[in-house]
């Protein structure tokens, strides 16, 4: 009868530590989606009031990576193209940017298809590609060195200049200037001030549908 009882006890006492636990970990989901929500809010708040502000964009989807070895920048049959989920993600990526009425001053793209073709979906306005957005991927150092710096003139001369500046680009550049690899269709806000390029937020990406 004692050892049933401790068994029990024990049985009871595990049940509710597992009840704690779920209940814990839900209080912390909820916590997480608020913040989540709450940094949302903030960056649209920014992109609206603040200046010298440009969003650099990871394309939209485009399943596999990098691009063939015999690809043609000129030929998108040549490289990797957004799927039509990536191409409803690039129209959902423009409207996020109405609905929460960003004032997109300029449109730039790199020439890879991917790249210009969500911007050209987003629909913000004309779209001028640079090939300082070009993909780094498989660039050699030397090629990716000079890219990233002329990027960062091009951000530089946006300083305190009112509308924002949208950039469609890729992950290994973005990396290359910020540190940070963004997932396809996010956006990282930045903006050069004081002599660097500084960090604002981002821009989440829309679900894939």
């Known amino acids: 009868m004692l050892l049933r009882g401790a ?13 704690l636990i779920a209940l814990l970990v839900a209080v912390q989901a909820l916590g997480i989606s608020a913040a989540l929500a709450t940094a949302s809010e903030r960056i649209w708040k920014d992109l609206r ?3 010298g502000m440009v969003i650099l964009y990871r394309h939209a989807l485009a399943p596999g990576g990098g691009d063939p070895s015999d690809f043609d920048v000129k030929d998108c049959s040549t490289q990797r193209n957004l799927s039509d989920a990536g191409r409803r993600q690039a129209r959902d990526m423009g409207a996020a940017l109405r609905q929460n009425k960003v004032n997109v001053r300029r449109v730039l793209s790199s020439p890879w298809c991917r790249s210009r073709e969500t911007a050209e979906l987003m629909k913000l306005g004309p ?16 090629v990716a060195q000079r890219r990233e710096s002329l990027a960062l ?10 509308g924002v500046v949208v950039v469609s680009s890729h992950q290994a550049n973005i990396v290359d200037l910020t540190g940070i690899a963004p997932t396809s269709g ?8 004081g ?4 960090v604002i937020g ?3 990406a829309p679900a894939i549908r």
């Open 49 to 51: 009031e603040g200046t």
């Open 127 to 142: 779209v001028r590609t640079m090939m300082r957005f070009g993909s780094t991927f498989t660039a050699p150092s030397a």
């Open 186 to 193: 996010e956006g990282i806000v930045v903006r050069y001030t």
């Open 195 to 198: 002599g660097e390029l500084t």
């Open 7 to 19: 068994r029990q006890a024990h049985t009871s006492r595990a049940r509710g530590i597992s009840g």
């Open 153 to 162: 003139k091009t951000i530089a001369r946006q300083s305190n200049r009112s």
């Open 202 to 204: 981002r821009v989440p």
